[in-house]
């Protein structure tokens, strides 16, 4: 079992970019599909982006098509967010995740392994 580490949130500009980062700990990293998610306070966890096992097929959530783009590396065990283009409404903790469904899935529920969230905020 992987266990995920997030870093690269920060105050940033409307407008500007982060690359978030996801690290993983432990084995076998490159079995499990990783998604990125987001959080407002009281709020639930809403789908950003989830990648395949295999470094390839991508999927995007709303929000984040045409300005977040999702990666990962399975030699480095880790997983990234690429964000620009950043708007006040991107303001929330982001959650890399990780599933051992076959899919990649929308839902939460379908990831049984979190990282502890990095902050991102933006405002002008």
């Known amino acids: 079992q992987v266990q995920l580490q997030e870093s690269g949130g920060e105050w940033v500009h409307t407008g500007g970019s982060l690359r978030l980062s996801c690290a993983a700990s432990?084995?076998?990293?490159?079995?499990?599909?990783i998604g990125w998610f987001r959080q407002l306070p009281g709020g639930e966890r809403e789908f950003v982006a989830g990648?395949?096992?295999?470094?390839?097929?991508?999927v995007y959530g709303d929000a984040a098509k045409g300005r977040f783009t999702i990666s990962r590396d399975n030699a480095e065990s880790m997983a990234f967010l690429q964000m620009v283009n950043l708007r006040p409404s991107d303001t929330a903790v982001y959650y890399c995740?990780?599933?051992?469904?076959?899919?990649?899935?929308?839902?939460?529920?379908?990831?049984?392994?979190w990282g502890q969230g990095t902050q991102v905020t933006v405002s002008s």
């Open positions: 995740a990780a599933s051992q469904t076959v899919q990649i899935f929308y839902s939460a529920d379908a990831y049984d392994i």
């Open positions: 432990g084995s076998h990293f490159s079995g499990y599909i």
């Open positions: 990648i395949q096992r295999s470094e390839g097929y991508t």
